[in-house]
């Protein structure tokens, strides 16, 4: 099993900055190719970004390229979302995922993220 606790939502005007962490514990966190979702109301969960489990491979979608990094640090079994240029669509629940099959690269399908944060807010006012 593994856990996932994410840290660091808040509230923050548009055009601000928020810094997401994601701690893991339970299993080789180096194992886990990792993501960040988010579910805003009313919509379907999706997937922000990803890194692979060396942390050489990232995926980005297409709406927070530019503005959001994903970084890990295997040695603290953490997972970071850095985020710049909020916009107040960004606002939604955040949540950290791992992948326990992961191949090389970043996992980027919501179905193959087994593993699940409780999610923490994110809320960007205009």
């Known amino acids: 099993q593994v856990q996932l606790v994410e840290s660091g939502g808040g509230l923050v005007q548009a055009g601000g900055s928020l810094r997401l962490s994601c701690a893991a514990s339970?299993?080789?966190?180096?194992?886990?190719?990792m993501g960040w979702f988010r579910q805003a109301p009313g919509k379907e969960p999706e997937i922000v970004a990803g890194?692979?489990?060396?942390?050489?491979?990232?995926y980005y979608a297409d709406s927070v390229k530019g503005r959001f990094t994903i970084s890990r640090d295997n040695a603290k079994n953490t997972v970071t979302l850095q985020m710049i240029s909020l916009k107040p669509e960004d606002t939604a629940v955040y949540y950290c995922a791992g992948d326990s099959q992961a191949g090389v690269f970043a996992t980027t399908r919501r179905g193959e993220y087994d593993y699940w944060g409780q999610g923490t807010q994110v809320t960007v006012s205009s």
């Open positions: 890194v692979s489990r060396s942390g050489v491979y990232t």
């Open positions: 339970g299993r080789t966190f180096s194992s886990l190719a």
